[in-house]
């Protein structure tokens, strides 16, 4: 079993940052790919950004310039560094993992429990 745990969410005024984490432990192979999503209320859940295990990162066109997607293959832990915050980019935050499960060798996606942004004055 694998589990996905974020932090570093909360409350931050307009133009402020915030970096999120998250770390993957337990039958883990390898990672192939990390990303974050978010949800805003009334929304469906979007991809903001995605790194595969070999560090190509990308984008939605909204976080361009302001996040940067990061990951630490030693620590299975991806990273979200979130500069220049709006009310817009207020939401829940979801990583979601790709990765091949060594109880099983399958490629499975993972998801963690979600972390709240909130970007207000």
């Known amino acids: 079993q694998v589990q996905l745990v974020e932090s570093g969410g909360g409350l931050v005024q307009p133009g402020g940052s915030l970096r999120l984490s998250c770390a993957a432990s337990g039958s883990i192979f390898s990672i192939n790919a990390m990303a974050w999503y978010r949800q805003a209320p009334g929304k469906d859940r979007e991809l903001v950004a995605a790194?595969?295990?070999?560090?190509?990162?990308n984008y939605v066109d909204s976080v361009k310039g302001r996040f940067t997607i990061s990951m630490d293959n030693a620590k299975n832990t991806v990273y979200l560094q979130m500069n220049d915050l709006e009310p817009e980019d207020t939401a829940v935050y979801y990583c979601?993992?790709?990765?091949?499960?060594?109880?099983?060798?399958?490629?499975?996606?993972?998801w963690g429990q979600g972390t709240q942004v909130t970007v207000s004055s």
């Open positions: 790194i595969t295990g070999g560090g190509s990162p």
């Open positions: 979601k993992a790709d990765l091949i499960d060594s109880g099983n060798w399958y490629l499975q996606t993972y």
